[in-house]
């Protein structure tokens, strides 16, 4: 077993730009990086996801990390790996998916739900776990959990979070968000997505000031 570990980032934000038209992409991702995110993640069922994720690799520093969501088979791992893509980001636990991942050397966060999930997400190797839908969950739903998982596996909460979670999350020590919605939504304009990303960097950092 492999586990590639997820990288130290000074903001532990994930972009997840959800819908995005390959003709977009550029401009989407140029805001996301200025404003300060180091993730970004497009999912595979979006159109044409693959151009639009290697646009994103070619626009981005070397220590931001660019990868798909939604990834579902190792067939597809191998043509993220081939576009340059570091992140692989699934909404289940798949062995064979996570091992290919890692294989490649990709940072890889699979979607888990309950402790069986999230403990067989750590035995395969996965570098974070990301727990969705997180607003199922709650913040003390995702704290129970972590209780009996390894300490040096990052815990991510996704889906329904915006900047106004952050704080509750935070509480019982999650401090890795993946923004999907409430950062963009497929028609969004690249300056409306830059006005949310600074919004929501503008959150974290305020609220790492207040953990420190």
Known sequence: MIRIKFPAMKRSLVAILRGIKPEETADIVDGLIAAGFTAIEIPLNSPDPFRSIGIAVK??????????????????????????????????????????????????????????????ACAAGASALKFFPASVLGPSGINAIRAILP????????????????????????????????????????????????????????LMVDQS
């Not at 019982?172 to 960097?201: H, N, Q």
Request: glycine share 12%; hydrophobic share 45%.
């Open 59 to 120: 626009r981005a520093p070397k220590e931001v990390l660019i990868g798909a969501g939604t990834v579902l088979t190792a067939e597809d791992v191998d043509r993220l790996n081939d576009i340059g893509g570091r992140l692989m980001v699934s909404p289940n636990v798949e062995r064979e998916v996570i091992a290919q991942a890692a294989s490649h050397g990709m940072v890889t966060m699979p979607g888990v739900f309950t402790p069986t999930e999230a403990l067989a």
């Open 151 to 206: 300490k040096d596996v990052p815990v991510g909460a996704v889906g329904g979070i915006s900047n106004d979670d952050f704080s509750a999350y935070a509480k019982v020590g999650v401090r890795t968000f993946g923004l999907g919605s409430s950062l963009y939504k497929a028609g969004m304009t690249a300056d409306e997505v830059a006005r949310r990303a600074a919004a929501a960097i503008a959150a974290f950092d305020a």
